[in-house]
Structures are given as structure tokens and as C-alpha cells.
């Protein structure tokens, strides 16, 4: 189970259609998903503090193309290349570590299974 973090003002969006892609980011456009300690993290840096949610998630990572170390694709190739999901470590950033980040190129490859409101 991965898990993604966002402010409380996204959490009804969310329960109604799902989790919607980025249009850009490390690994290029997708959702993107991480570890527990980190997407919390992530939540509460982008949420100013305030309120936020940590959402659980059942991926099926179907054609997954693995980044060496903490190689990035902001162009997103992975996914042109038929791949389904693309698996990279990111370097420290809100968090001190380096840490592993998931993107998905599909909402059709995730299932919420939890929200937990923070804060």
C-alpha cells in the first residue's frame, strides 16, 4: 500500500472522483504516491500547516519501468513507452532522505482504501 497526502479542501473532490493526475512533477504528468511518513509530510508542507489528508491506496503497478537511483523523467517518456507506472527514489526534499515515489499514469490502477483527516 502507497499513500498520497493533500490539503483538507481536495478531500471531497477526492471522495467523489477519485485522485486526479498531476500535469507535471519528477516523473512527469500522473498521480503521484509515496511511503506513509512522507506523503504526510508532503501533505502538511503543501497544506501551509493546516488541516490536511492522508489517503491510502491499493496500486496496481501493472508495466512498471524502475528509474536507476534518482534518475527523473519531468517529460514523462515512461508512460509513452507503454509503461503503466514509473518507480524512482527522490532525493531529499521535505523530508531529509531520499525517499520512493510512485507515478501512475491511470486512476484506473488505484483503489482508495482509506482517508484520514490530520490536523
Known sequence: RVFHGTKCEHADSINIYGLKAS?????????????????KQIAK????????YLIEVE??????KVLPGSNDD???YWSAQGYDTC?????AW????PFPEWCVRDSSRLR????????
Not at 508542507?45 to 490536511?52: A, K, P, S
Not at 482508495?112 to 490536523?119: A, C, K, V
Request: net charge neutral; hydrophobic share 35%; proline share 4%.
Open 23 to 39: 500535469t507535471e512533477g519528477r516523473l512527469g504528468p500522473g498521480i503521484y504516491l509515496t511511503v506513509r511518513d512522507v506523503a
Open 45 to 52: 508542507y503543501r497544506g501551509q500547516g493546516n488541516e490536511i
Open 59 to 64: 496500486l496496481d503497478v501493472g508495466q512498471m
Open 74 to 76: 519531468r517529460l514523462g
Open 87 to 91: 518507480q524512482s527514489i527522490h532525493p
Open 94 to 97: 521535505i523530508v531529509n532522505h
Open 112 to 119: 482508495i482504501i482509506g482517508m484520514q483527516q490530520i490536523g
